[in-house]
């Protein structure tokens, strides 16, 4: 199975090498990126290309990698045992089966998306490291050892918001998703707003750039934002002549969709307000 991106994704080859090879070699694609630059998103349409079945594991800073294989409700149990249950003879009823053990029992190949895994303690990694390289697990409870049928397609996506193990990136092929040039940028708008005019495109794409090579910005504009941006500008019916922008008014139009904090809007404020000191 070979992945060539897909109408609603635009991957490039440098992408496509990573998934196929991670895919080949049998280990999981580790993505790092800005956020919302598709990390996430190439999981889904991976899945959509190869006509698979997706599982989803979205990490949270409270997630274990326990509840990844599996959850012992012993207090239900106990509870069941004092009411007289006839289930509570049966410890399978207790157990609640996680992403990893819906991957390992599908009966066909799926992907499993394992979203922002830095999100978690930093032990969460190295308690993965078993059943990434065996694809099994032991359920102590049962006694029962749960292998996988089929090796699923893992993606594991980080924000790089910490550090992760070298035992675990040993176990991980990579792929940094850089964010797009204006060339990319134009073939990712054609998929999402395909009647856009290039003139408008290309003013806007310019002045989004230039905002995120302005130095001092604390949160630079993502592509999600970018497309959220000309989304907006296609609603309002504006044209590059409204988009231009002059010392005395250096906020792009709708800024809302771009900059995403007080700081950043503070700054061109004052960079306004330095270009009306200088006249």
Not at 109 to 129: G, S
Not at 191 to 209: C, G, N, R, S, W
Request: hydrophobic share 40%; proline share 4%; net charge negative.
């Amino acid at each position: 199975m070979q992945f060539q991106g897909t109408k609603d994704y635009v991957a490039t080859d440098d992408l496509k090498i990573a998934v196929n090879a991670a895919v080949t070699l049998e280990r999981p694609l580790l993505v790092k990126g800005e956020p919302g630059t598709g990390k996430t998103e190439l999981a889904r349409q991976v899945a959509d290309a190869m006509g698979l079945k997706m599982i989803e594991w979205n990490v949270k800073s409270t997630t274990r990698a326990q509840q990844g294989l599996y959850e012992y409700d012993a207090v239900s149990r106990l509870r069941d045992s004092q009411l007289g249950e006839e289930r509570v003879h049966d410890v399978k009823n207790y157990i609640k089966k996680g992403k990893l053990w819906e991957a390992f029992e599908a009966n066909e190949k799926v992907v499993l998306l394992i979203d922002e895994i830095d999100k978690a303690d930093i032990e969460f990694p190295n308690d993965l490291l078993q059943e990434l390289d065996k694809m099994e697990f032991h359920v102590y409870e049962t006694g029962e050892t749960i292998r996988a049928v089929n090796r699923p397609i893992m993606i594991i996506t980080s924000n790089n918001e910490k550090e992760l193990p070298d035992a675990f990136l040993r176990r991980c092929f990579f792929h940094y998703i850089q964010f797009p040039d204006a060339e990319t940028m134009k073939k990712i708008v054609a998929v999402h707003h395909p009647d856009i005019k290039e003139a408008l495109l290309t003013t806007a794409l310019t002045q989004f750039y230039e905002i995120r090579d302005t130095a001092g910005l604390k949160k630079k504009p993502s592509t999600s934002e970018v497309l959220d941006w000309l989304k907006l500008l296609l609603a309002e019916d504006l044209t590059p002549q409204d988009l231009a922008r002059d010392g005395a008014d250096a906020l792009p139009k709708l800024h809302g969709a771009l900059l995403k904090n007080e700081q950043d809007v503070h700054l061109f404020e004052r960079l306004a307000f330095m270009a009306r000191g200088r006249r």
